[in-house]
């Protein structure tokens, strides 16, 4: 976590937590100390007090009866709905940017397609799952749709927390790369409709083997 410079601190603690949570710098379940995180951003407690108000007025986060706030844990329902809509929301966002995206752009995403399977060999999981994400949002931005990319910014917001999961699962890693090189060569040919199958086929492969695994580890509220 960087350190905040001294600018518009309230907007910027919401954005840098709810980065943390898109990223998977929070775990599902794990407790938000005001104090702790203003020390870690370099900032006072009041804009992260108000940062935290207002993911929880999202429903990114949760209060306790106990006045503590949470990342809050998934229910079985929850998460397979959540699946859906991203499956339906990214699907869509990768299609309609398969024709808008620049050479250069494309050019990023295949550097960065190199990146994750060189973690991947490396067992680097944190490094894999941080070029994940930039992955799948360099393609979604070239949708040109951006209350679409907030949509799916949101969803990811929800889901990231138990994204790393997916590292700790043997029978995931070997073809955690499967989709995303098909998508690149869907991207190649600038077919949108391929582009948007693969995506789907993407994200319901690592739903799959998630929620395979959640029950085990309780990482799921009843």
Known sequence: ML???HQTLNDRAYGALKQELISGGFSPGQTLVIRK?????????TPIREALQRLIAERL???QNNRSVIVPLLSAPAFEELTRIRIAVEGLAGEMAATRMSESGLADIQATLAGMQRAIEAGD???YLSLNEAFHFAIYQHAGAPILLNMIRDLW????PYLKL??????YIPHSNDAH???VAALEQRSGPTVRIFIEEDIAMAAAVLSANLDAAKLLSA
């Open 61 to 63: 986060l949760e209060m």
């Open 37 to 45: 995180l203003a020390e870690t951003f370099g900032i006072s407690t």
């Open 157 to 160: 917001g929800r889901v990231g």
């Open 125 to 127: 999981a944190r490094a």
């Open 181 to 183: 090189r098909k998508i």
């Open 3 to 5: 350190k905040l410079e």
């Open 166 to 171: 997916l590292m700790q699962a043997d029978r």
